[in-house]
């Protein structure tokens, strides 16, 4: 009875390290299924600038070609939030013109922007702005984490997002040519141009 029972302390002995090395391998796949997912970095345009977007600080991807003097930039190092997001990052050094990941944080409005030329990006100058900005490389500090959607302000009106505005002119004649007294004329805020027949309601 005594090699029965030796045995049978030897299957246990042996059922148990089975299971305990069966246990820790399996609870390694779990904790790589735990994991967080990848954070995913929201893209934007080149000609979107930090005053519409509402977050306080984040991390956004650049596409290539934002180095284009169409994407107007205010300031050097802070930068206006009227600027481009993605031009301030070129002018800056953090990205150049493939793009990238960078990350935004918002400051307080300065009392003057002075502009100047880097990396093939010219700035411009700015007496006062309500909010600035500055931008470093996109990597996000150990244990911060980052919205992976930006939330953007919203116009105003319908009319104030297609830049138009049915205005009522009072005068008698305008700059544009027009007498008119009391007739509701759509004029075209982007060009400032009004179409050749005014709307009359």
Not at 17 to 33: C, E, P, W
Not at 128 to 157: C, H
Request: proline share 6%; aromatic share 8%; charged share 20%.
């Amino acid at each position: 009875t005594g090699i029965v029972v030796l045995t049978m302390k030897a299957s246990v002995i042996e059922m148990f390290l089975v299971l305990l090395v069966t246990g820790i391998h399996s609870n390694k796949d779990v904790t790589k299924k735990i994991k967080r997912p990848k954070f995913t970095v929201p893209q934007i345009n080149c000609d979107v600038k930090a005053g519409k977007i509402i977050n306080p600080e984040f991390v956004v991807k650049c596409p290539a070609g934002c180095q284009d003097p169409k994407y107007h930039v205010y300031g050097t190092d802070v930068y206006a939030s009227y600027s481009s997001v993605c031009g301030a990052a070129i002018h800056s050094g953090v990205l150049d013109n493939s793009g990238g990941k960078i990350l935004v944080r918002k400051v307080a409005g300065q009392s003057g922007y002075k502009g100047s030329y880097a990396n093939g990006v010219q700035s411009l100058s700015l007496p006062r702005w309500r909010e600035s900005f500055v931008v470093s490389e996109g990597k996000p500090p150990k244990g911060v984490t980052y919205p992976s959607a930006l939330t953007y302000s919203s116009p105003k009106s319908p009319a104030a997002k297609a830049g138009k505005c049915s205005c009522v002119i009072s005068s008698k004649s305008s700059k544009f040519g027009n007498r008119v007294l009391g007739r509701s004329v759509e004029i075209n805020i982007l060009n400032g141009q009004a179409p050749l027949t005014p709307a009359i309601f």
